[in-house]
């Protein structure tokens, strides 16, 4: 919704007699696909990510310092993992906290952390047949300042909350200092940036570039630009603005809290294109309010707990981007394996390894980056080294998310021009068949694919994957085909079950792990109701990953050992 003076006719004294008058759009269309098109066309789309990342296949989280970075790359090139980057949330330092490890929140890079990295960077860039096409090494930055840099931190170069606080780029509480806000414990406290203040934006934008991205161009006085630059990083968080904080120009933090996700999304994006590096940097949001597709690049889920459930488990993470999808996020993924964890008292949330493996299977055909993430609690966790299963399921798939690059590029181009998401409810591909809107554990990847992941722990068979009507569909890994008519030829390890017309029908396929239930559509590029680059896109894709699964199955099945 707008909510400037004078729209619709509304003038400054029709606003003071109605403070709750809200002015918004209403849109109208046959089809949710063109809801969404009409939705986006006000919001802003979203533009298709950097090759880097279509061609790449994993971007691994990982932390511990250079040394241990090093050795992490030895053991995925190992075992053959295709690498699109490498994601080192803790390059400013850990620190310990109550809540578990957390990071500095002190935008610069510890040099004691990762001694050497501008030659880790160039290492990580050259090691490809193709100099310069390597792995990229992507960051972390929120929108907020530790404010206990000065007292804890001793090999820090700059305290950029000191300097903000100086200057007066930082919300301010109701006697006018700083506003101070604790994040998950009361050790852990921070400020956030102003972002309403031109000149605090500025100065924010001046950090990413010479800290971050590498651009001398951005730095103040005599400061150097980290050697090596980052090709993207998480730009966690917007979402903290207390109601009875004061911004720039005493703008109520009430006022404030819903237009700030956006506001830190565009600074992001000025600051990328500041360093002309627009089109080769990337930022994933967490925050977002209705503009925020315009400013972003990509999304993820957030933070969610270790876990399988629906509530804040991986069954969350798969409603969080199809929901995503329809408010404008077409591009989005998730932390593949969850991030929060507890071990403490009653409570034992810690990520095993089936549930890491199969959250990389969905995530392989879901998210428009493949990406880990250490977790909360990483020496407690299942990580994509904890044993030979895990590098080879992880070999694989990486390969799976590099194969599907022409596939998600070509997806990517049609969120760009009609704000389609990559991921989708089954409804908007089928919207006329009433049973693809009751589905929430399947989707549609693009127009062309069906995916129906294992969600739950334990399971070895999908006993309910929905193929609708009218499309006849082919298993992506056995090549076997469905056309929803319940003959013996179309089963697969269990009875077809014939629905009654219109709808279609439901099948049982294996599952074990490894083996993400995923279809594609068999149909002629030349239908008028199709993309054709889509479907020809597709085909392609499909054929490539059987002739990995011929490579690799093998491999993974020798690796398999009883849960």
């Known amino acids: 919704a707008d909510g400037a003076d004078g729209a619709d006719g509304a003038d400054g004294a029709d606003a003071a007699a109605a403070p709750w008058r809200v002015n918004g759009f209403i849109y109208h269309g046959t089809t949710p696909a ?18 880097w990342v279509q061609a790449g296949g994993l971007v691994a989280g990982w932390e511990g310092g250079t040394a241990k970075v090093r050795d992490f790359w030895t053991q995925l090139k190992n075992a053959n993992v295709s690498l699109a980057g490498f994601w080192l949330q803790d390059w400013t330092g850990l620190r310990d906290d109550v809540f578990g490890k957390r990071l500095w929140w002190n935008w610069e890079l510890d040099e004691d952390w990762y001694p050497e990295w501008g030659d880790l960077v160039r290492d990580l860039r050259n090691a490809s047949a193709v100099p310069g096409d390597g792995p990229r090494v992507l960051t972390y930055m929120n929108p907020y300042l530790a404010n206990t840099v000065t007292r804890d931190k001793p090999n820090k170069r700059r305290d950029l909350w000191a300097e903000a606080a100086a200057a007066g780029y930082l919300i301010k509480n109701a006697t006018g200092g700083p506003y101070v806000q604790h994040s998950a414990s009361k050790t852990f406290s921070f400020s956030a940036i102003d972002l309403t203040s031109e000149a605090a934006r500025a100065w924010t934008k001046r950090v990413i570039r010479c800290n971050m991205l590498g651009d001398q ?108 999808g329809l408010s404008g996020m077409s591009l989005t993924h998730s932390d593949t394996g969850g991030y929060t964890e507890f071990k403490e008292h009653v409570y034992n949330i810690v990520r095993t390894e089936e549930l890491l493996l199969r959250w990389v299977e969905f995530e392989a055909f879901s998210g428009a980056m493949l990406r880990t993430h250490p977790g909360l609690l990483p020496d407690a966790s299942a990580q994509v080294t904890s044993d030979a299963r895990s590098l080879a399921h992880f070999g694989f798939y990486s390969h799976v998310h590099k194969a599907l690059g022409p596939y998600r590029k070509a997806t990517m181009y049609e969120a760009t021009f009609r704000g389609t998401p990559l991921m989708r409810y089954m409804f908007m591909e089928f919207p006329a068949d009433t049973q693809s809107w009751n589905l929430t554990s399947q989707f549609m990847f693009g127009s062309e694919f069906l995916v129906a992941p294992v969600l739950s722990k334990g399971e070895t068979t999908n006993d309910n994957v929905y193929l609708p009507p009218g499309t006849e569909w082919t298993h992506v890994w056995s090549g076997k085909r469905f056309t929803c008519r319940g003959t013996p030829s179309e089963k697969m390890g269990a009875t077809v079950l014939l629905m009654p017309p219109p709808l279609g029908c439901t099948v049982s396929v294996p599952a074990p792990l490894g083996e993400v239930p995923a279809f594609v559509r068999m149909r002629n590029a030349t239908d008028p109701a199709s993309d054709p680059a889509l479907v020809v896109a597709a085909g392609e894709v499909t054929a490539v990953l059987q002739l990995l699964w011929a490579e690799w199955s093998p491999k993974m099945r020798r690796k398999v050992v009883k849960q």
Do not use: K
């Open 34 to 51: 063109a809801i969404i098109e009409q939705h986006t066309a006000v919001t802003g789309r979203m533009l298709a990510l950097p090759d």
């Open 217 to 324: 161009a951005g730095c103040d006085g005599n400061a150097t630009a980290v050697d090596g630059g980052m090709s993207g990083f998480m730009s966690d968080f917007g979402e903290y603005i207390p109601f009875d904080a004061v911004l720039s120009g005493g703008v109520s933090g009430a006022d404030a809290h819903n237009a700030y996700p956006a506001l830190w999304a565009q600074t992001c994006r000025e600051a990328i294109r500041e360093a002309e590096l627009e089109g080769d940097v990337v930022f994933f949001s967490r925050s977002a309010n209705a503009r925020s597709p315009g400013q972003s690049t990509l999304f993820w889920a957030g933070d969610q707990l270790t876990t399988w459930d629906a509530y804040d488990g991986m069954q969350s993470a798969v409603r969080a981007m199809l929901s995503g």
